[in-house]
């Protein structure tokens, strides 16, 4: 009977995925920097901030550009709309917090 609630017990955590790793800082950085921003230029160089919030599916739950000359601007918006788009690895936890400064040519 222990035999077969073992192996009950491993199919079930292998079909559910198994335990989450934490949150990966260094790759949701990087996912975060390799975003594509073009689309959003406002042809001037330009420095701004921002912060993501992602879910421990791995989505963008929310992305603010929360500093510098960009902020509350249309084009505030376009890259708000990008960097929600970003998706990292699933991790254990409630949510993870990523903030980054930016420079858009």
Not at 13 to 41: E, K, Q, Y
Not at 44 to 66: K, M, Q, R, W, Y
Not at 72 to 79: D, E, H, L, S
């Amino acid at each position: 009977m222990i035999r077969a609630l073992f192996v009950l017990t491993l199919v079930s955590a292998v079909a559910c995925g198994g335990p989450r790793p934490p949150f990966d800082a260094t790759s949701a950085n990087a996912a975060v920097g390799n975003v594509d921003l073009a689309s959003c230029t406002t042809g001037a160089p330009l420095d701004f901030h921002a912060t993501l919030v992602f879910a421990n599916d791995g989505s963008a739950e929310s992305a603010i550009v929360d500093g510098g000359p960009l902020a509350g601007t249309p084009a505030a918006a376009c890259v708000e709309k990008v960097l929600r788009g970003v998706k990292v690895a699933p991790f254990d936890g409630p949510h993870a917090t990523v903030r980054r400064s930016f420079h858009m040519k």
